[in-house]
């Protein structure tokens, strides 16, 4: 697609839209979605930390998500994919802001490299951290997870392991009946869908993404809608997030 941007006619045209105001909503929908497109290829997630672990998360996702937990105040948060551990010391931290000591992170991986145990283990937030290490949809640790989720505990589930639809919609129906009402499960990273064309991309993402798996499960399940979590604070027209997580909420509501 070819963008034209004009800073003397404060205009925007792209293939299909011609002459859109620059300073617009609809001009800064365009240009965030192009700029997210080139960050994701220069790694721009890769040079972020938490209180001293690298954190892979686009800044916008995990303010995002810091407003759902403030508002849900969950007492577990459960996510697949452990990485450096940089997530779940940031929910431990935002959980430990609230007061809730009390309230527990579980981070699942089928293989936490023994660096980023260590380092996760000798955090601070640690004791407010519990790791699995094995496959998410294994049936062993699916059943070891729910035994760490008190009966009438609120929960938060983020599902960031392997992205490929299959495993995703595994994930979800392995997982979904913990996720308390009025909370989420989260299907992160779909912007993938869009990186089809990007040099460290894959055109095969067109159709495998886990957006199109939340699809496919929320028109299976009914207690179930994909719903962006509403903002508290809003000034601007805006209405949209900018995110890699775009169709990735998906609410409990009975």
Known sequence: MKFTIDTETNSLSTDDEINVPLFSKRGFEILSHLWLKVGWNQKYTYTFSWMGRPIIQLPDDMIRVQEVIYSIKPDVVIETGVAHGGSLIYYASLLKGMGRDDARVVGIDIDIRPHNRRAIEA?????????????????????????????????????????SKAHVAAELEAYHSLVSVGSYIVATDGFMSELTDVPRGDPNWKDDHPTAAAEDFVANHSNFSMVQPPWPFNESDLTENVTHWPGAWLKRDS
């Not at 004791?127 to 009966?151: F, H, Y």
Request: proline content about 7%; hydrophobic content about 45%.
């Open 123 to 163: 955090h601070e937030l640690f004791p407010m951290i519990e790791l699995i290490e094995g496959g998410s949809t294994a049936p062993a640790v699916v059943d070891r997870v729910a035994k760490l989720v008190p009966d009438g505990a609120r929960t938060l589930i983020l599902l960031d392991s392997n992205h």
